[in-house]
């Protein structure tokens, strides 16, 4: 049986009242099953509703292909492995191999959890509280996945003393090896047909090997990449080398830890360590008058910084010399022997080290500061990689073209070679949903635009009864929006940053009527299907913020190369943002929405033509009338 066959309307799926044939899906199917035969590469561009989960797990499952499926988050990755991959196997009665897997970070460390209950310097009663709900799940958890446990909070200050990273990991040399739920895990997912992973594991893996465990799956003849959008960014930061505060802290911390086990040890690391505490604070404080983002010359040039800089330096490497006196005494010892040299030579890179084709920059954050090295492209050691592996890759996401073409993600992902195709949401947008701009809107960059964007906003919430959505580029954006809000509508307002994003989503959902302001983390990966969401307002086009040193110098080597950066590069990725955001509105054949875009330009600037014919074939109006009529059937 093909793929497309398993999908038709004669399929094993037709029994399920919920399943539609969906041509497009059969189409994304048959291309997948092609790339699988040839080992080949493959983008799709899949709307909204092709139902890809499918069209891709059913390929690889027919032809029995050993297969990692990397998803976008977390949260997409546990909804794969726990609703959709059974479901296929279930409906076609296979039964491969399936493994999940994190990084180690969400595993509990058995050696660190002993070490937190000799040495741990707890400072209040919650994590005290904490600390004995993990001792006593340790005993009973087979998987170790600290999303088991939810009587302890996931930002709660113990989880990082009992659990691992990549710095402070001690591998085959832990005392607790054998029994570690990070090794189980890898162990059953090499031993897999089926891997779910996210893009962040699956690059720490291929790009840098920095989870010290080999390759997830030997031998692995297709990677499926879903929300494929995030890799560019994703395989950046994991070829970024990084320097922060939180992990010069760690290190003093199990630096401390490691040395009270040993006799004697303490006294002789104590005073380096507390060094290395104080230089850090101190190079924090000569920072505090900069932009929180940077490049990193134009740090070093005012007063102090460079003189803090070099202290530090000074101090690390001291630390690191002590500890080095001591590493024979233990392997956690000899592991922070490594950490704190391996620090200093993070921090010369990020600060003017950097080799041919990195950008040496800062950030800062209320307490502290991180130093990086991050390269302009990584599509070169990505099409490395999947060269090297032999295998099938596909790409696939709701947003990956500009129009028809897939230039900026194939240059920014080393997928140059791939073949490639367009899938159209199955959806009827022409009378599912609806585009509303409004009319006089100053300029966004004009004095009063966000007080004027929910102005025009309000009549639309009073025809929707609420059911909302409103998306900003900015905080501040958003901050003075909600502010307005609450004094001119009676809708329950839902504001990013107020409370954890799950809940918010939750309780707007719950609320039946609900206004949610959002910024960049609400822009993708919400799906609020139904009538709890029937308006999206989009403020301004999403523009990248000038200011980030990255981007910066990524428009800077265009332009060196003879290229246009605002054509090849800000305008195709903001084009790509807003095929996002407007993604939010319409995620089932029932939904029916308006989609409202106020930024002017849109219509004045002559690139706002390329926004448009990237959204789907939804009605356009700019009477907010049409607004009224197009709710007032469905209105209660």
Known sequence: M?????LGPESPFAADPNFTPR????????????????????IVEAGTG??????????????????????????LQDQLFHRDLPRVCATLKLNPKKALLKGRANYLCLHRLELAEE????????????????????????AGDRMELDAVPEDSSVWPWVTSTADNCLGSECPKFNDCFVVKARRKAQESDVVVVNHHLLFADLAIKREGFGEILPGAQAFILDEAHQIAEVASQFFTTSLSFRQLVELCRDTLTEAGAQAGALALLKAPVGEVEQRSREFRLALDNLPIKGPW???????????????????????????????ERSTGLAACSARAAEAVTRMQRACGGAREGEVCWYELFQRGYALHATPLDAAEPLAEYREASRAAWVATSATLAVGSSFALFQATTGFGDAATLQLDSPFDYPNQALLYQPLRLPEP???????????????????????????????????????????????PLFVQGERPRPALLADFIASGNGVLLGAASFWEGVDVPGEALSVVVIDKLPFAQLGDPVMEARLEAIRQSGGNPFRDYQLPSAVLALKQGAGRLIRSSRDRGVLMLCDPRINTKAYGRQFLDSLPPMRRTRAVADVEDFFGPQSS
């Open 119 to 142: 040495q741990a310097r707890l400072a209040s009663r919650e994590a005290v509280r904490d600390l004995a709900q993990i001792r006593a799940w340790a005993r009973l958890t087979r």
């Open 445 to 491: 960059n004009q004095r009063g635009y966000t007080e004027a964007v929910v102005d025009a906003t309000l009549p639309v919430l009073a025809a929707s009864k609420g059911r909302a959505f409103l998306l900003f580029t900015s905080h501040r954006a958003l901050r003075e929006a909600a502010e307005i809000l609450r004094a001119r509508t009676r809708y």
């Open 23 to 42: 041509g497009q899906q059969q189409r994304m199917a048959t291309a997948i099953e092609a790339a699988l035969d040839e080992r080949g590469a493959l």
């Open 2 to 6: 093909s793929a497309a066959d398993a």
């Open 50 to 75: 092709t139902g890809k989960t499918f069209a891709y797990l059913v390929p690889v499952l027919l032809q029995n292909r050993r297969v990692i499926v990397s998803t976008g988050t977390k949260t």
């Open 297 to 327: 010359w134009a740090a070093a040039g005012q007063p102090g910084v460079e003189d803090a800089r070099a202290t530090l330096e000074a101090a690390l490497t001291a630390l690191a010399s002590a500890i080095e006196s001591q590493a």
